[in-house]
């Protein structure tokens, strides 16, 4: 990806379509589905939801966790979801059923963060016991196949690739296992990270910090390529990603906003808000796989912004 493709691609503009009360306490977390037809939202009332967001209609609920659900990952053929709460267990679940098909209790501490890789035959979880763990999906153990203990603080964010795990930590550093070769390359970033994950070529890891400064970073270098800022970090965990063009950095805010960079000249391009302002920060994103469809939560709400002025109801 050049620069001049990135400055030749024609500019975007985002519109508030809507937002959805949750009922679920504060929404901890949103996540798209592999193709982008639902989504899930993770709540304080130990809740996950299954929603279509286009039309604000709420498909299942699950319950089983015992505390705060934080994080969700959906498997790639929308049979399956995977969760994580603060009740220290990962639970595997059946999406038409709405039953838990396993619970995974290897961690010591809440689990901050889960993902599927691309196959769904693995899933990957992140907690403040400061480990990464590995668990195969297909096998019928309750224990983890690996756990990776590199980090000396809470894990905030993982992110899987056909051939990688990502991992961001509270200890300054983001983490890259290579699974082919049995490697890890960790680069130190000087503040705690709250967010790390891949650009959409694969080429970049973009980073969020405490300290209010989002990094792109070269990944096989360890470059610093660019720095984003102005949002209101408050030190809070926020989460940051791209557009599905890599031409956008989004990022989750204190002051309520989804604030919006241009990647090739690092300057502010939108500061996204809904119909009326936030008394809540914005924490949690996640963006359409194939267009630039963006769903954020602040407190209780679900926002979502799109490319296509209409909303669906």
Known sequence: MSTQEIEETPKTEFHFIKEVDCKQGAVRSVRFSVDGSYCLTCGSDRKLKLWNPYRSVLLKTYGGHGDEVMDASPSCDSSQLISCGSDKSVILWDVATGSPVRRLRGHAGPVTTVRFNEE????????????????????????????????????????????????????????????????????????????????RDGQCIVVSCADGVIRLMDKDSGELLGEFTGHSADNLCLESSIDCQDVYIISCSGDGKLWVWELATQKVFAKLTGLDPSKHPTVSLSVHPQRNCILATSGTKLLMWDTVNCSID
Request: aromatic fraction near 8%.
């Open 120 to 199: 769904s035959s693995m899933a990957v979880s992140g907690s403040r016991d400061n480990a990464v763990m590995c668990w195969d999906i297909r096998s019928k153990s309750f224990e983890p196949t690996q756990v990776l203990k590199e980090a000396k603080d809470s894990i905030s964010s993982v992110r899987v690739s056909d051939h990688e795990i990502l991992s961001g930590s509270f200890d300054g550093r983001i983490r890259r296992y290579d699974i082919r070769v049995g490697e890890v390359l960790t680069d130190y970033i000087g503040d705690a990270v709250t967010c790390a994950s891949f650009t």
